[in-house]
């Protein structure tokens, strides 16, 4: 057969191909290159700056949307990943291109390396792997003529397993070693602790802005600190706007009365597996999320912090008859998902925190989200550990808290899409009303009277709320106006932006408008945050 995609160990590069002037790839590049504006994703982003010149070209400028995931996504491209399998697909390259000396140093490379990381061994590691992999490296060098593009490849891989090997122990970067509970196949990663060094490095030093809708975890002065913090930015130029949305109006929040759920609920005992707390949490939420379902007809995500609880939700609706259509995440592809849930009336959807992000169901069709938890970092994974250890005793205040926040933004950000909408966001959490913390996180988490609600005495009226009607206001001045004022400069730049942003937002997008003036559109998410 042939082959449709290939790696740098097998490409002998567009001068030396025969398809090499037909290449999809050596093609789009020179045409980004030829470009005034490029538009990419993080993923594109951050190989770019792991291997300049190599797919973007350099670019004079930048803006960085959806930034409160840069983060993440940077660290991944950072990660190093080791285990047999990534040596076997190498082998496969070598057993096609190697001369027969160089092709054993590699099986006895690899047999060896797979009996030190197989399941159930801890490995000899650093200084075994280590000296190994360098005299593999070193036997490797002396073939290089015979070997050319291979033994790239194969110093590549190696050099991976010697900075996995290098990295442990270090502040820097967190080290540790994984096992897939289905295959039981064995990885060594390594991952850096923080990204700012790289990117000071290799993006700070051009000029650009940094937004998202969810950067801001405080209401004070302190406001973008986490994420500078988490991204390395030391500029003092920032700019918070205001919700085109009216939170408090438009959104009705909902946390059980004190009492009706316990921190005893919440937390896991340690007599308790991971499944029987779920199955206990979850059967204690259940009657409430119900109840909330009927009230909104349905029309709802319900949102878990872990599989267990939402697959056991999930059941309990089942069985308990719900009048609703229902799905649990899985059982569709996500954007198979989310066209069922805008197309089929009082839709349910239980899922996990994948569907916090990424998901536009505007109008009644989603006239509900129910959180069951507030959502902290794992300490139990080895990366968020070791963050956390490098903060300090300072790490739950300046580093979970803001990061629980964020999330929280994000899950009640799919709620209003419009200025038409309207929606109630209920969460199940009691720590909000236990915990010092709780009004602390709720404060700038939660736009509207989010606080105002934690203190209701009186009952919840959902089915009111959701059947008033609405009025929208209409906005002062015309597009043509505000963009008028933009270009001649004439207002406050941050007065008039937001003042173009509400007037955008108070109508649906018009199909097949053109991008070339200003025209109604639809402004999505919060308010937006910036750094500039």
């Known amino acids: 057969g042939q082959l449709l995609a290939g790696t740098r160990a097998n490409c002998v590069g567009q001068k030396n191909c025969s398809w090499g002037m037909e290449c999809h790839f050596f093609n789009a590049r020179d045409q980004w290159g030829r470009a005034d504006i490029l538009v990419t994703n993080h993923a594109i982003l ?48 070598v057993q096609e291109r190697a001369e027969e000396s160089t092709l054993n140093l590699c099986n006895d490379f690899y047999d060896w390396f797979r009996q030190q990381v197989r399941p159930g061994k801890r490995p000899r590691w650093p200084d075994a792997i280590m000296g190994e992999t360098s005299r593999l490296i070193n036997k490797l060098n002396e073939k290089a003529e015979a070997n050319k593009g291979l033994v790239e490849s194969l110093n590549e891989a190696c050099g991976a397993i010697k900075e996995v090997c290098e990295g442990c122990p270090s502040r820097d970067r967190a080290t540790w070693i994984s096992q897939n509970e289905e295959t039981h196949a064995v990885t060594i990663e390594s991952a850096p602790t923080n990204v700012g060094q790289f990117l000071k490095a290799r993006l700070w030093n051009k000029p650009g802005v940094v937004t998202s809708a969810t950067l801001c975890t405080s209401t004070g002065p302190d406001a973008f600190d986490f994420v500078k913090q988490q991204l390395g930015l030391e500029t003092k130029l920032t700019l918070q706007l205001k919700s085109p949305f009216d939170w408090h109006k438009n959104c009705l929040y909902y946390f059980p009365k004190r ?82 849930f805008k197309s089929t009336p009082n839709p349910v959807l239980v899922a996990t925190a994948s569907y916090r992000e990424g998901v536009d169901v505007p109008g009644e069709q989603l006239s509900c989200v129910i959180n069951d938890r507030i959502e902290f970092p794992n300490q139990n994974l080895p990366l968020e550990a070791a963050r956390m250890k490098a903060i300090g005793d300072s790490s739950f205040h300046s580093y979970q808290i803001p990061s629980a926040i964020t999330i929280l ?71 043509e106006e505000l963009w008028a004022e933009l270009e001649a400069g004439e207002s406050d730049p941050a007065a008039v932006s937001e003042h173009f942003m509400d007037h955008l937002i108070r109508t649906p997008p018009r199909v097949g408008t053109p991008l070339s003036r200003p025209a109604s559109g639809q402004e999505k998410g919060w308010g937006k945050d910036h750094v500039a």
């Open 46 to 93: 951050a190989i770019s700056m792991i291997m300049p010149g190599i797919i973007l070209p350099d670019f004079d400028g930048f803006i960085v949307d959806e930034a409160h995931q840069l983060e993440r996504n940077i660290t991944d491209y950072l990660t190093t990943k080791v285990s047999p399998e990534r040596w076997s697909k190498i082998m496969e390259t």
């Open 409 to 479: 933004r994000q899950t009640a950000g799919r709620l209003l899409r419009w200025t038409s909408d309207r929606g109630v966001f209920a969460l199940l959490d009691p720590r909000v009303h236990t915990k010092a913390y709780g009004r602390k996180l709720i404060l700038p988490a939660l736009s509207g009277d989010a606080v105002g609600a934690l203190d209701r005495v009186g009952p919840v009226d959902i089915t009111g709320f959701l059947s008033a009607p609405m009025a929208t206001a209409a906005p002062e001045q015309t597009l």
């Open 259 to 340: 009492g009706v759920l316990t921190e005893a609920d919440v937390q896991r005992r340690n007599s308790e597996s991971q499944e029987q707390w779920a199955k206990r949490w979850a059967d204690k939420i259940t009657p409430i999320i119900r109840r909330i379902l009927e009230l909104t007809q349905g029309r709802a995500f319900v949102l878990c912090t872990t599989t267990s609880v939402y697959q056991f939700v999930y059941q309990n609706l089942l069985d308990g008859g719900l009048p609703f259509p229902m799905k649990m995440q899985g059982q569709l592809p996500k954007g198979e998902m989310v066209a069922w």
